[in-house]
């Protein structure tokens, strides 16, 4: 399996976040006052969002290349903020922006976790 790839930035802090996705359990309609709810998987994987700043052009293109080449694959990511290593997919394409100058990149990424 595939680790992404390490680059000179790291995830920025603001902005970072790491969320369950809320789908393990179904509510149904509380018409009658109380909710119907209905458990449908016991795992309920995070969703990590976060920025690369200042991504220089040469790991940009390491990054969409990453990309183009496990993007229906999940592959290692080191979390930096939890201190591990967790098995992820990618959750949408990757976003990038220029980033104050013609020549760096800010790059949005957004992960899934696929095993718990």
């Known amino acids: ?8 930035r790291k995830p920025e802090q603001r902005g970072f976040s790491v969320e369950p996705t809320g789908e393990a359990v179904l509510i149904g309609s509380v018409a ?3 909710p119907l709810l209905n458990k449908l998987f016991t795992y309920d994987p995070e969703i990590i ?3 690369l700043p200042a991504v220089i052009d040469a ?3 390491t990054v969409m290349q990453f990309y183009n080449d496990n993007k229906d694959v ?7 903020q939890a201190r591990e290593t967790i098995e992820v997919c990618f959750y949408s394409q990757p976003k990038c922006r220029l980033d104050g100058r013609r020549d760096l990149w800010r790059i949005t990424i957004e992960l899934i976790q696929v095993s718990p």
């Open 1 to 8: 399996m595939n680790t992404f790839p390490n680059i000179e």
């Open 59 to 61: 790991d940009k293109i």
């Open 49 to 51: 969002k976060f920025e």
């Open 74 to 80: 999940p592959f290692y990511w080191y979390n930096d």
């Open 32 to 34: 009658s006052g109380y």
